[in-house]
């Protein structure tokens, strides 16, 4: 088994996961709820600026702190399916 298709089966079980639990969107929504148009790469960038910032604030509540562990989670999922799009779009018109 190939990197790529290890990668792929992740995917495919995460997006699995997602849709049974109802997040599908969640991220999307919430860099709309931040102003982006969509989850994009600069979403992702102030998502992961947001999170660290409470993660480092000693005084940030219990729920505070999962809030930004579970949004910095997200923001890197988001970031990891972005990369792997670009890659997959890249190398399907190379063919």
Same mark, same amino acid.
């Given at each position: %088994?190939?990197?790529?298709?290890?990668?792929?089966?992740?995917?495919?079980?995460?997006?699995?996961? %997602? &849709? &049974?639990?109802?997040?599908?969107?969640?991220?999307?929504?919430?860099? &709309?709820? %931040?102003?982006?148009?969509?989850?994009?790469?600069?979403?992702?960038?102030?998502?992961?600026?947001?999170?660290?910032?409470?993660?480092?604030?000693?005084?940030?509540?219990?729920?505070?702190?999962?809030?930004?562990?579970?949004?910095?989670?997200?923001?890197?999922?988001? &970031?990891?399916?972005?990369?792997?799009?670009?890659?997959?779009?890249?190398?399907?018109?190379?063919?």
């Amino acid at each position: %088994m190939t990197l790529q298709e290890l990668n792929e089966w992740w995917a495919q079980d995460v997006s699995k996961s %997602m &849709k &049974k639990k109802g997040t599908v969107g969640i991220f999307t929504q919430q860099c &709309k709820d %931040m102003g982006f148009k969509k989850s994009s790469y600069a979403c992702i960038k102030a998502s992961i600026e947001k999170a660290d910032k409470v993660l480092n604030d000693e005084t940030a509540s219990k729920k505070e702190h999962d809030d930004a562990v579970l949004l910095k989670k997200r923001a890197t999922l988001a &970031k990891t399916f972005k990369g792997w799009a670009k890659k997959k779009k890249q190398h399907n018109k190379e063919k």
